[in-house]
């Protein structure tokens, strides 16, 4: 039973952030290294060659952020938290004050009529299991567990929705198997075998979150259409879907990974990784599905030689294939089209039955600052047309109950360091001076239509 998420007749709104991209202060009060430390400081890693060690500095600056969060007049802040912070070696000894950080934040937002909502992993592996291992090992998913309660102790009796992993697709297959995000592997089928290690770390934290009261577990998975541009890549389309989007929704809904799925990954049918009980344990262990969404994929057998899509590279056993991209696209390239976030939305609950939210939806634009003005005018239609789409989908009968933006700030944007830039407040590259854009006051004044010009419809 869902007790906490929005529920009203129309959609609730909030924007997001991500430890790794927004907290800085990597190595304050005790936290450990992160995988992403680790790998941003490898040479040529990042594009502008910069990493997390001071991003945005809302370790220090979370209650300036979170009274934007509050003028912005949005409803929730989804916010993800440091597992190094918390246990610096991944596993066994508590950092209190990694926990104190997180306590005061959420503090700070309930303070402020903002309802939190915590995201356990986007991303930040302790570089210790790494070390022994990383996602590819069982170990991991049981440390994860762990480390779910230890958070849920601490932050349970305030936070009601939580959700486990943030897009393991990228996780497991940028860092394991293309190697552009962290840990930088590039070892082909290790990205199958971290795949499943998430799906059993999702499904070992649910069942303990759920025997300690969570009534309103999620998991956050980046689903993408797939829109074969001839007919002849069809098939190469329901490889991608397989490996994108059937691998996480295949275990929570039907506590299986499909035929079409074992064919391209072939790891999944070893008895040995996966095993007995494994995706049982994930089958219903979702209360709801946080879908990130940016941009659908449209596969071709043209020229896949030329395909240096880190997509393609992350797979060996499927068929390669390039993507066309269709104007417009956005300052990092993706196409623009709303239509995709209406099938998905439309598709995930057809298939799931749960509640969903867009648990991230935004876009990177050039954002130059004229007379101290962001007029982010592209990023404004980007949002009011997914914000459309998302209306379409719930009248195609899709349980969607909220609409959250990504992002905040202008951060840390993973391999692209800080060239690419998603916020709807400005962050001053110097000294991350905050400065709300055209799209900041255009959310605020759409969220209260009477006190701005810009209306709803
Ligand atoms: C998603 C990530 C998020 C951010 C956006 C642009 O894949 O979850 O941290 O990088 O893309």
């Known amino acids: ?35 992403w430390d680790t790998f941003a400081a490898r040479p040529g890693a990042t594009r502008d060659g910069r990493d997390g060690t001071v991003a945005c500095e809302s370790y220090h600056r979370f209650t300036e952020d979170l009274d934007l969060v509050r003028d912005l007049g949005v409803g929730w802040y989804r ?44 991303w930040d592996l302790p570089q210790a299991l790494e070390n022994r291992g990383g996602w590819p090992e069982r170990a991991t998913a049981e440390a994860f567990a762990d480390y779910a309660m230890v958070v849920h102790d601490r932050l349970g ?70 829109w074969p541009e001839t007919p002849e890549a069809a098939e190469a389309a329901d490889e991608l879907d397989a490996l994108r989007n059937r691998i996480w929704l295949g275990p929570l809904a039907e506590g299986a990974y499909d035929d079409g799925l074992l064919r391209v990954a072939p790891e999944l049918a070893d008895p040995t990784l996966v095993r007995d009980g494994d995706l049982a344990l994930v089958r219903g262990s979702a209360d709801w599905v946080g ?33 066309v991209v269709r104007e417009p696209r956005t300052d990092i390239g993706w196409e623009v089209d709303p239509a995709g976030l209406e099938e998905v939305l439309v598709e995930t609950h057809r298939r799931t039955g749960l509640p969903l939210l867009v648990t991230e939806n935004g876009a990177a634009c050039p954002d130059p600052v004229v007379d101290g003005v962001v007029d982010d005018q592209d990023r404004i239609d980007y949002l009011r047309g997914h914000l459309a789409a998302t209306e379409r989908a719930r009248e195609a009968g899709a349980d969607v109950r909220a609409y959250i933006v990504w992002t905040l700030l202008d951060n840390f944007e993973w391999a692209e360091g800080y060239t690419k830039t998603f916020g709807i407040v400005h962050v001053d590259p110097d000294d991350r001076t905050r400065t709300p854009k055209a799209s900041y006051h255009w959310l605020a004044s759409f969220l209260a239509p009477e006190s701005g010009t810009a209306s709803r419809g």
């Open 1 to 35: 039973m869902t007790q906490h998420l929005p529920a009203g007749p129309s959609l609730a709104y909030g924007v997001a952030t991500a430890a790794y991209q927004i907290e800085g202060a990597t190595s304050e009060d005790g936290r450990g290294a992160s995988i």
């Open 79 to 122: 916010f993800s938290i440091a597992w190094p912070r918390v246990l610096p070696e991944g596993t066994g000894r508590i950092e209190q004050r990694g926990l104190d950080y997180y306590d005061r934040l959420v503090d700070a937002a309930l303070d402020r009529g903002v309802n939190p909502t915590a995201t356990l992993y986007h």
């Open 157 to 226: 009796d305030r936070v009601h929705v939580w959700a486990t992993h943030n897009e393991p697709w990228c996780a497991a297959y940028l860092g394991y198997s293309a190697g552009v995000h962290a840990p930088g592997r590039t070892e082909g089928g290790a990205g199958h075998r971290a795949a499943h290690h998430l799906n059993l770390a999702h499904g070992l934290a649910a069942a303990r979150l759920h025997e300690a009261g969570v009534t309103d577990l999620g998991i956050v998975l980046n689903l993408a259409p797939y």
């Open 291 to 323: 879908i990130n969404y940016y941009t659908p994929f449209r596969p071709t057998l043209a020229d896949p030689a030329v395909a240096r899509h880190p997509e393609v590279e992350a797979y060996p056993g499927a068929t390669p294939v390039s993507f």
